[in-house]
C-alpha cells in the first residue's frame, strides 16, 4: 500500500521502526534530501515503488509475475506447489511466506487440508472466544458530525441505500464482518501542483443518483461547506495529498468487503471493480449534485488526481486497500491481554508495534442518539422496536460501528514470532507477515505498513534460517532469530522489558 497510495504512513511511536523498515523510510528521505539523516514517512507511491524495486534488485531477488492461486498442494506438513487459476504452477522447494494482502496461500492451504483444524480465520471473534474486551460487534465511535438525527430511513420506512443492517447483533457477538476497504488515492488541488487532472466520471449510465440520498442528508447539515469534512487529505511530498476516508459516509466502502477474505479470484475483482465504481461516484456526487452545498461542490471541483501517478491505470491506484482479509490462527493467537497491556515475549520477540488497535467502519445501520457527554454518542438499534420508539422522539440517528480499542493508544509492545506460524499439525513451512495469528482486535494494531514491514523482516530470517536447517519453520531457534535481527537493526525491546 506505501506504493498503491497509501502515503501517509500509519506510524505510532517511531521508536519500534527499525531494521529494514527503518532502512526503507530513510531511502525515501533521502530521495529528497541525498543527507538526510532521518526518515520520512510521507511518501510519493511512484517513489515508494521505486524504492522496493531497487531494494529487491540490490538482494539479487528474482521477481516473477503469478495470477491468482487456484489450489496448494502438500506433502505431509509441508507445502510443495502452488497451482494458478492460469494452469501455472510454482513448486515450493523449501518455505513460503505469504506476505499478500489477500492471504491467498494461506486460504488455500487451508482449504487444501479440510480434515485438519483450521489454521485460517476471518472476521470478529465474540468477546468471550479470547476474553476480550474490545472483541465482537462495538458501539459507534464518531467522527466530528456522525451525533446528528440524520434518519438512515427512505420515506417509506425502509432503510436507504449505503446502510448495510436494519438491527444490530448484541454487543460483544462474534460476525465474518471484516472492516471497509477503500482506495487511498493519490490526489492534487487544482494550481498546487501542474500534475493535476480532473477526477474521473462515471461510466455512462451507471450512476443512480438516488443511491446518494444518504450523503446528500450529511452535507444538509449546519456548517458543511468544504470536501475535507468528507475526505482526509493528508499532506505529502510535492504539494501531493494522501485522500482516505474521513466520516460516516466517505470513501471507505462499508459492508462490500465482507465476503472477500474467503472470495475467489474472479469476486474478488468484481469486489475491487466495486469499490472503484463507489469512488468515483462519490467524488462525482459531491461536485455535481444541486444538493450539496455550492462550497462543498466548488472545493470538490477543486481536487483531481495527480498526473505522475499511476499512469498505466489513468491516474486511479491499482491497489484495493485491504485492510483486514484472512488471518492464520496458529498453536497460539495473539490475543488483547498480549499487548494491552504489553507482555514481555524476551528472546521471542522479533520487532516491536505501537498503534491503536484501529477498526474502520464494519457495518452502518440505525442507532439512538445519546445525551452529550455519554461514553458512545450513539447506540446501535438492536430491536424494531427500539427504532420506531427512537424515529418517533427524534433521536434516530445513523452509526457506524466497527472501531475495536476503547482508548487511541500508541504504546509500544513486542511482537512474538509465533504469530508467524500457522499451526503445526497444519503447515511446517508456510509463514505469513501480513495475515498473523492474531485475534481481531489485536490485528487492528498489527495491520499498518510499518510492522507489516517489521514482521516481514522477521519472516525472511526464520525462512532462511528454516530452509538452511531443513526443518520446520515453528522450530526455529529463537535465541539465534533474536540475536540476527538485533543485528540488522532490529527494534525488539524498550528499557521497560528486563531482558534488554
Known amino acids: 500500500m506505501c506504493s498503491g497510495g497509501l502515503g501517509v504512513t500509519d506510524q505510532g511511536d517511531t521508536f519500534a521502526i527499525g531494521g529494514l523498515a527503518h532502512e526503507f523510510f530513510l531511502r525515501n528521505a533521502r530521495v529528497y534530501n541525498s543527507s538526510a539523516q532521518d ?8 517513489v515508494a515503488e521505486q524504492l ?23 506433502s505431509g506438513q509441508r507445502i510443495v506447489s502452488l497451482g494458478f ?10 518455505v513460503i511466506i505469504d506476505a499478500s494482502y489477500e492471504a491467498q496461500v494461506v486460504v488455500g492451504a487451508s482449504r487444501a487440508l479440510p480434515d485438519q483444524p483450521p489454521f485460517m480465520t476471518f472476521g470478529r471473534e465474540a468477546a468471550s472466544t479470547y476474553k476480550e474486551s474490545w472483541g465482537g460487534r462495538r458501539e459507534p465511535f464518531g467522527y466530528p458530525f456522525d451525533s446528528r438525527a440524520i434518519s438512515p430511513l427512505a420515506d417509506d420506512g425502509s432503510l436507504l441505500p449505503l446502510m448495510t443492517t436494519r438491527l444490530s447483533a448484541p454487543v460483544g ?15 492534487v488541488r487544482k494550481g498546487e501542483n501542474k500534475n493535476w487532472v480532473p477526477m474521473p466520471d462515471p ?16 452535507a444538509a447539515l449546519p456548517g458543511i461547506t468544504n470536501v475535507s469534512q468528507f475526505v482526509g487529505c493528508g499532506q505529502i511530498p510535492l504539494g501531493k495529498l494522501d485522500c482516505n476516508n474521513g466520516c460516516l459516509v466517505s470513501t471507505d466502502v462499508t459492508g462490500l468487503s465482507w465476503s472477500f477474505p474467503n472470495a475467489n479470484a474472479s469476486v474478488r475483482a468484481a469486489i475491487t471493480a466495486a469499490h472503484k465504481a463507489y469512488t468515483i461516484a462519490f467524488f462525482y456526487t459531491l461536485r455535481t449534485d444541486p444538493a450539496i452545498p455550492a462550497t462543498v461542490r466548488a472545493s470538490a471541483q477543486d481536487l483531481g488526481l495527480c498526473g505522475d501517478e499511476f499512469e498505466s491505470n489513468g491516474n486511479f491506484p491499482e491497489q484495493l ?15 488483547q491481554s498480549d499487548l494491552w497491556p504489553a507482555t514481555d515475549f524476551g528472546e521471542a520477540s522479533i520487532g516491536m508495534g505501537s498503534y491503536a488497535a484501529d477498526g474502520h467502519y464494519s457495518t452502518r445501520g440505525p442507532c439512538v442518539l445519546q445525551p452529550a457527554g455519554a461514553v458512545h454518542h450513539c447506540l446501535m438499534v438492536t430491536s424494531e422496536a427500539e427504532l420506531q420508539a427512537a424515529l418517533a422522539n427524534g433521536t434516530l440517528g445513523t452509526g457506524g460501528e ?23 499439525s497444519g503447515a511446517t513451512n508456510l509463514l505469513s507477515p501480513t495475515a498473523p495469528s492474531a485475534s481481531h482486535v489485536t490485528f487492528a494494531s498489527l495491520r499498518v505498513e510499518p510492522q507489516f514491514m517489521i514482521m516481514g523482516h522477521a519472516a525472511g530470517d526464520i525462512a532462511a534460517m528454516a530452509a538452511g536447517a531443513g526443518g520446520a519453520v515453528q522450530d526455529v531457534p529463537l535465541p ?3 540475536e540476527r535481527l538485533a543485528a540488522e537493526g532490529a527494534v525488539l525491546c524498550h528499557d521497560t522489558f528486563p531482558h534488554c
Not at 175 to 187: E, I, K, S, T, W
Open 39 to 46: 526518515p520520512l514517512y510521507k511518501l510519493e507511491p511512484h
Open 402 to 424: 466497527g472501531y475495536v480499542g476503547d482508548v487511541n493508544t500508541f504504546a509500544l509492545y513486542q511482537i512474538p514470532a509465533w504469530v508467524l506460524f500457522p499451526k503445526r
Open 173 to 187: 457477538s462474534g460476525d465474518a464482518h471484516v472492516q471497509g476497504y477503500n482506495f487511498r488515492l493519490c490526489a
Open 52 to 74: 522496493f524495486l531497487q531494494m529487491l534488485d540490490e538482494a539479487n531477488v528474482t521477481r516473477v509475475p503469478v495470477g491468482a492461486i487456484s489450489h496448494v498442494e502438500f
Open 85 to 94: 487459476e492460469d494452469g501455472s504452477s510454482f513448486a515450493v522447494p523449501e
Open 203 to 218: 461510466t455512462p449510465g451507471s450512476y443512480n443518483a438516488s443511491d446518494w440520498e444518504l450523503l446528500r442528508r450529511f
Open 321 to 335: 486497500y485491504v485492510r483486514e482479509a484472512a488471518r492464520l490462527v496458529g498453536d497460539r493467537v495473539l490475543v
Open 480 to 482: 539465534e532469530l533474536h
